[in-house]
Antibody
Framework: QVQLQESGPGLVKPSETLSLTCTVS??????????WGWIRQPPGKGLEWIGS???????YYNPSLKSRVTISVDTPKNQFSLKLSSVTAADTAVYYC????????????WGRGTLVTVSS | QSALTQPPSASGSPGQSVTVSCTGT?????????VSWYQQHPGKAPKLMIY???KRPSGVPDRFSGSKSGNTASLTVSGLQAEDEADYYC???????????FGGGTKLTVL
């Protein structure tokens, strides 16, 4: 059974870069069955897709965040990562990593999520 | 403001049926049969309940069903149970440039 776990700092200062890693266990990140992605949820609000990556390294980003987002994959470590630059308080959210079918736009694998607060 | 519009709340009594709507545009819901629904309990990660408008992943009760008409998709929960009380989010594929969008969520209360 494939499981995902987010890790990274829970507090980031304004204007700095948010960095998170998702570790995939119980299966290979090189599985052709999945695109891996990041979704966030501000406190008390809805879900927002940030971007996705295929194990080959092909990336796909939400146009509204594209200028600040970088997603990368580390196949030997079975991990993929998110970097979001120039953060503001509006980027405070629970960040989930997930796996699913990008071209059908659904995620059937989810991590537990990690709260990232942007504050000085 | 979310790209897909959902009512903020919905409710029903145990055993009843309730339907949650998800309204998009001809650029997303109306153009593709790629609407998904997620259930989220407080403090938990979302769980996929419906994909490709009406398909259920393994393990999801058949009390949950999905449909679509034009630019509006719907999730129906039949035979409401206490554990169905949760937030429900829809999402849709929106083409090669945008890729995908979510709704703002609906809080389902079992009375």
């Amino acid at each position: 059974q494939v499981q995902l776990q987010e890790s990274g700092p829970g507090l980031v200062k304004p204007s700095e870069t948010l960095s998170l890693t998702c570790t995939v266990s119980g299966g290979s990140i090189t599985s052709s069955s999945y695109y891996w992605g990041w979704i966030r949820q501000p406190p008390g609000k809805g879900l927002e897709w940030i971007g996705s990556i295929y194990y080959s390294g092909s990336t796909y980003y939400n146009p509204s965040l594209k200028s600040r987002v970088t997603i990368s994959v580390d196949t030997p470590k079975n991990q993929f990562s998110l970097k979001l630059s120039s953060v503001t308080a509006a980027d405070t959210a629970v960040y989930y990593c997930g796996g699913g079918q990008l071209w059908l736009f659904y995620f059937d694998l989810w991590g537990r999520g990690t709260l990232v607060t942007v504050s000085s | 403001q979310s790209a897909l519009t959902q009512p903020p709340s919905a409710s029903g009594s145990p055993g009843q049926s309730v339907t949650v709507s998800c309204t998009g545009t001809s650029s997303d819901v109306g153009s593709y049969n790629y609407v998904s629904w997620y259930q989220q309990h407080p403090g938990k990660a979302p769980k996929l309940m419906i994909y490709e408008v009406s398909k259920r992943p393994s393990g999801v009760p058949d009390r949950f069903s999905g449909s679509k008409s034009g630019n509006t998709a719907s999730l129906t929960v039949s035979g409401l149970q206490a554990e169905d009380e949760a937030d429900y989010y829809c999402s849709s594929y929106a083409g090669i440039n945008t890729l995908g969008v979510f709704g703002g969520g609906t809080k389902l209360t079992v009375l």
